[in-house]
């Protein structure tokens, strides 16, 4: 089992940037792949961007393409979403997610752990 924290949220002006963190409990976080997404209230949780156990793979929905950036460091036990360029409609609650997995899942009912989300909010 494994326990994730997410952190980093905040406000932001539109165009800046913002770097979430989730940290996770436990020694075997290489087996897991981790993913992010995003939840406004009344909505549906989306899918956001997903890293495969050792980086080597990534996928991001096309609205953050070329704005956002998956990462993860497993000697730190940590999964990072750079968010560059950020707009009004990034604003959300943002949840990291993980699966024991080779596999990159891109959707929440693929995904076991969960962390407790983070607020981003954009400004114009």
């Known amino acids: 089992q494994v326990q994730l924290v997410e952190s980093g949220g905040g406000l932001v002006q539109a165009g800046g940037s913002l770097r979430l963190s989730c940290a996770a409990s436990?020694?075997?976080?290489?087996?897991?792949?981790m993913g992010w997404f995003r939840q406004s209230p009344g909505k549906e949780r989306d899918f956001v961007a997903a890293i495969s156990r050792f980086g080597g793979t990534t996928a991001y929905i096309d609205s953050v393409k070329g704005r956002f950036i998956i990462s993860r460091d497993n000697a730190k036990n940590t999964v990072y979403l750079q968010m560059n360029s950020l707009k009004p409609e990034d604003t959300d609650v943002y949840y990291c997610?993980?699966?024991?997995?080779?596999?990159?899942?891109?959707?929440?009912?693929?995904?076991?752990?969960w962390g407790q989300g983070t607020q981003v909010t954009v400004s114009t």
């Open positions: 436990g020694r075997t976080f290489s087996s897991y792949a």
């Open positions: 997610a993980a699966k024991p997995t080779w596999v990159l899942p891109k959707t929440v009912s693929h995904y076991d752990y």
